[in-house]
Structures are given as structure tokens and as C-alpha cells.
């Protein structure tokens, strides 16, 4: 089910940034006010999981994308682009649902992502659920 929405160029030009020059750890992306189109709502070089987690608003719906970084066994250093769509439990239906029904006018422009993440509370998207999935994508 496709809402009408579309990503701005912005969007596509932090995904850049952030895929290609390393800068940026993460951004987060939200609806516009006019509900027309998906905006860049933040971005931030700090690696902090907890900051990015704290980006992610109790009672709002947001997607990210989150350049997660990890070890492997033998201790060599890896890092996955993981998309999230976070729609937590106490927001309103509403936005729920446009939320879901916009997500694929973002996650299509974004070419080079590993893994989704759908959260809908804080332990689906904990640094450890992550991880998990993040190492069981195989590249």
C-alpha cells in the first residue's frame, strides 16, 4: 500500500554522505508537516548506540539509517548499514499507518542497506537484537 509520499533529495544526499565519506553515524528521517514527502530529521557523527537510541521518540514514528559497527570472532571490525523503522506501540494509529504505508518511498532510494530493523519498542531495537541480526546477514 503506497501513500503518495516521496523522499526529498536531501534524504538521498545524507544517505550519501553517510555511506560514502564515513562522516555521519547515523541519520534519522521523519514526515513532513504537510505529509507530502520524507525528511531528514537529524543527523550525528557521535557512535553512541544509546544517543542514537535516544533520537527515537516515545510516542512518534521515525526511519533511520544506522552505520553499525561490531567485531567478528576472530576480532576483525566490520560495519552494516541498517535501516530502521521505528513506529513504538503509543503512537497515535494514524501515524502508524502512514507511517508503514510511506516507509518503501524512503527504503527504496536507498541503495546499499543490509539489514531492517522494525522496532516497535526499545528492546527491538537494543544494541544486543541488533547485533543478533546484523551477524546472521550474510554478505
Avoid at 534519522?28 to 525528511?39: A, H, Q
Wanted: glycine residues 6%; proline residues 4%.
Amino acid at each position: 500500500m503506497a501513500s503518495g509520499v516521496v523522499a526529498a533529495p536531501t534524504c538521498i544526499d545524507a544517505f550519501t554522505e553517510l555511506k560514502m565519506s564515513k562522516t555521519l553515524k547515523y541519520i534519522t528521517f521523519r514526515l513532513s508537516d504537510d505529509k507530502k514527502e520524507i525528511v531528514v530529521d537529524g543527523e550525528s557523527s557521535n557512535p553512541d548506540y544509546d544517543e542514537f537510541l535516544k533520537q527515537l521518540p516515545e510516542n512518534g514514528c521515525r526511519w533511520a539509517v544506522y552505520d553499525f559497527g561490531y567485531k567478528l570472532e576472530d576480532g576483525s571490525q566490520r560495519n552494516k548499514l541498517c535501516f530502521f523503522s521505528w513506529t513504538p506501540d503509543s503512537a497515535p494509529i494514524r501515524a502508524k499507518m502512514v507511517h508503514a504505508s510511506s516507509k518503501d518511498a524512503l527504503r527504496k532510494s536507498l541503495d546499499g542497506i543490509s539489514v531492517e530493523i522494525q522496532g516497535t519498542d526499545l528492546t527491538e531495537v537494543s544494541f544486543e537484537t541488533v547485533l543478533d541480526k546484523v551477524r546472521r546477514f550474510k554478505s
